[in-house]
C-alpha cells in the first residue's frame, strides 16, 4: 500500500481562523522542535493548530513537512514512506 496524497498534504483551512492564545505562544517551542505529534480526540482543533504552526514556520522560513496520520499506517516502513514522499514533494 502506497501513501495517498491526503497524508502529505496539508487541508485547505474550511474557515476565517480564531486566534487562540494557547496556539499563538506554543509557535515558538513548535520552531525550536524537530518533530511535532498532537493527539486528541475529534473536534478539538488539531487540525487547525497545525495550519496555524505551519503557516507560521513557513513565514520564518522554516520548513514543515505535513503528514497525517491516516489509517492503515501502521508500520515504520509506512511512516518512512510518508517522510519521502512528503520530503520529494518540496
Do not use: N
Amino acid at each position: 500500500m502506497g501513501v495517498v496524497s491526503t497524508t502529505i498534504v496539508p487541508p485547505r483551512a474550511a474557515h476565517k481562523y480564531v486566534t487562540r492564545e494557547t496556539i499563538e505562544r506554543l509557535v515558538d517551542e513548535v520552531c525550536a522542535s524537530r518533530v511535532v505529534t498532537v493527539s486528541s480526540p475529534a473536534g478539538f482543533g488539531k487540525t487547525t493548530a497545525m495550519l496555524r504552526w505551519a503557516e507560521t514556520l513557513h513565514e520564518r522560513g522554516h520548513p514543515v513537512l505535513w503528514i497525517a496520520a491516516r489509517a492503515g499506517i501502521d508500520s515504520a516502513g509506512l511512516v518512512q514512506g510518508g517522510v519521502t514522499s512528503g520530503a520529494d514533494r518540496r
